[in-house]
């Protein structure tokens, strides 16, 4: 409730049952990506498979989300924008300032048709409900081709790479 309670030196608290679990992982879901998407939109659209469902127990849990994601721009042309999406929201991104885009994590760039690179980030939501949230990542690119989990050329070769990517969900009592 917000009190703030003094304990004296030398006085060893014990759980006498009755305390709850705060801070506890109640529940753990996670989406791993394998295949591969791409646009070419410069408005945020959604990853395609790129999603994870999770119910919240109580209104007073948060949910901790954990993304990694794998992809590039087009070489030489384009930056690979990417943010996270709660039932058609958008949550854990930078502030709005001028045109600047609003994303989680960082943007994507590299210069080498061949190489992939990856962007990683957290949020803690709290999204106050019992009702199914959908956690979702959303992309678009300033121009060209943005992917994800492969390579601009995603050519046969042994220097070209395919990976994977991953939303983790976990249900945190409150």
Do not use: C, W
Request: hydrophobic share 35%; net charge neutral.
């Amino acid at each position: 409730s917000g009190d703030t309670f003094s304990i004296p030196s030398g006085v060893t608290l014990s759980n006498s049952g009755t305390a709850t679990g705060f801070g506890k992982v109640l529940q753990v879901v996670q989406t791993h990506k394998t295949d591969t998407s791409s646009t070419t939109s410069t408005s945020f659209t959604d990853v395609s498979g790129f999603s994870a469902n999770i119910t919240p127990a109580s209104t007073s849990n948060k949910i901790l989300v954990l993304v990694t994601i794998g992809g590039m721009g087009e070489n030489a042309v384009s930056q690979a924008f990417f943010r996270l999406d709660r039932n058609g929201s958008v949550v854990g991104v930078g502030d709005a300032v001028g045109n600047r885009k609003q994303i989680s994590g960082a943007s994507i760039y590299i210069s080498n048709n061949n190489s992939m690179a990856s962007t990683a980030f957290n949020y803690l939501d709290s999204p106050s409900t019992t009702s199914s949230l959908t956690y979702k990542i959303q992309f678009s690119a300033n121009a060209g081709t943005v992917f994800v989990n492969r390579s601009h050329t995603d050519s046969d070769a042994t220097t070209t790479s395919r990976g994977t990517s991953s939303i983790t969900l976990m249900e945190i009592a409150g």
